[in-house]
């Protein structure tokens, strides 16, 4: 079926191991962004790419790497969790236009707990 | 960056019509003002976009006044399954793409 994609719905993890959340979508979409979503913070931009090969910061990127080998996916990677990182992760896509004139479409995130 | 200010929370009835008010006073002016919804355990969904004056759609009706300082998003006669958290979001412009979705507006429609 055609749309954004999160695997895993749910992940548990310990603090120190590597963990990746992948991100696929099936409209061809240029931009892709990862989301975090923790109480009372609403979502904050951790990374974006505009293209394939194409990524750059967000508001919150500390402790996280993305890579964006084709366009339809965008793996995210935290590269030693920490409790911290626990949170509910969001992957959006939209249209090659820019996000301002085109709106975002997102997954059903990620639940990940870090002990 | 252009940021956003909403009430944290707001309640109604079935079959009411209502404002969710979104200040946004740096608004740039290649902005445009998008507005999500959110349910439980799901991502934002895309409600309604505009620039200037008013948008409608099946959804609902965004107000934008002159000066672009505020928007309003307008939901006609609410119903139970409306109970959401409501996003305005503000675009930086061209060139950059650091998203602000702030807190949001937290709808609770009663019975």
């Known amino acids: 079926d055609a749309g954004i994609t999160q695997s895993p719905r749910y992940k548990i993890t310990e603090t120190g191991r590597q963990v990746t959340l992948m991100c696929h979508q099936t409209w061809s979409h240029s931009y892709m962004f990862w989301y975090r979503q923790d109480l009372g913070h609403g979502l904050r931009l951790i990374y974006y790419s505009a293209a394939a090969d194409i990524t750059d910061k967000g508001e919150v990127p500390d402790g996280y790497v993305v890579s964006r080998s084709k366009t339809e996916n965008f793996p995210l990677t935290l590269e030693s969790a920490t409790r911290s990182q626990t949170s509910v992760y969001f992957c959006a896509s939209s249209e090659s236009l820019g996000q301002y004139n085109q709106p975002q479409h997102f997954g059903d995130g990620t639940r990940l707990s870090i002990l | ?111």
């Open chain 2, 1 to 111: 960056l252009a940021k956003t200010t909403q009430p944290i929370s707001m309640d109604s009835y079935e079959g009411q019509e209502v404002n969710i008010t979104c200040s946004h006073n740096n608004i740039a002016t290649n902005d445009y003002i998008t507005w999500y919804q959110q349910f439980p355990s799901q991502g934002p969904r895309f409600i309604i976009q505009g620039y200037k004056t008013k948008v409608t759609n099946e959804v609902a009706s965004l107000f934008i006044p002159a000066d672009r300082k505020s928007s309003t998003l307008s939901l006609p006669r609410v119903s139970l399954s409306d109970t959401a958290v409501y996003y305005c979001l503000v675009g930086e412009g061209t060139g950059g793409f650091k998203t602000i979705f702030g807190a949001g507006t937290r709808l609770f429609v009663k019975a």
